[in-house]
Structures are given as structure tokens and as C-alpha cells.
């Protein structure tokens, strides 16, 4: 206990230390389900991953993903079953800055899409790894 008094800051960086180790594994619930550009592409090459674009029609209509289809979060819930048949699929969600993609996620899982994922960063980091965007 001695040890402990005496050498405190030792003490305090070593548990600071081992907290910030940890903290990755502790916080890694929150990106499980986020993938980067990159990854999308892949999955879609390999997977046939389907791409359901969450912003308005308006936003939709100035800029997508090629082959996406166009579901506003707030019909999501009463759409995306319709749309969307084979639930075993994966099923990458997106919108203008990936925000809305995020909670899209949850509502697809809650359908029973479990392999339902967001775009980091939405449609603004698709458009910086200068991948294609589709206009109507």
C-alpha cells in the first residue's frame, strides 16, 4: 500500500494506460455495423449487397450510388420489407452525411435484416473516394 502512496502518478498512468487499451474492444459495438467506401464496393462486388439510399427524393435525385434504391428513412419501416425480399442479403444503408444511415440501421435490424449496415460518412465520403454517383 506503501508503494501505491508513494508512487501515485505511476499508479494513475498505468491505470490510464490500460483504460485507453480497453478502450477500443469496449466502444467497438458502436462501428460494427459502419463501413467505410471501400468496403461497400466490396461488398457489393461480392455479396450483392443491396444499397437502399435513405434521403429524400430531392436529395436522391442530386446524387446516389449507381443501382441504389430510394427509401426515405420515414417510410422505412413500412418500405424496406416490400422492397426488399431475401433478408439474408447484406443491406447498406446511406444518406447525405451518415447520420440518418446510422438509425436506418437499427429499423432494418428490427425487420429482421441482420446484416444491415451504414456508409460512414454517407454519400460526402463516397463522393471523396471519388467512387461514381449516379443523378436523375
Known sequence: MSFIIEN?????LAIA???LLLWPSLNAGAGQNA?????????????????VDV????????????????????RLESDLANSIKN??????LVCASGARSHRAVATAKKLGFERAYS???GMGAWREASLPVETT
Not at 463501413?35 to 444499397?51: G, H, R, Y
Not at 435525385?61 to 420515414?74: F, T, Y
Request: aromatic share 6%; proline share 7%; glycine share 10%.
Open 8 to 12: 501515485w502518478m505511476l499508479f494513475a
Open 87 to 92: 433478408k439474408k442479403l447484406p443491406v447498406v
Open 17 to 19: 494506460s490500460g483504460a
Open 55 to 74: 434521403c429524400s427524393p430531392d436529395e436522391y435525385a442530386k446524387g446516389h450510388v449507381g443501382g441504389s434504391k430510394n427509401i426515405p428513412l420515414d
Open 119 to 121: 456508409l460512414v460518412g
Open 35 to 51: 463501413l467505410a467506401p471501400s468496403a461497400v464496393v466490396q461488398m457489393m462486388n461480392k455479396e450483392k449487397a443491396v444499397i
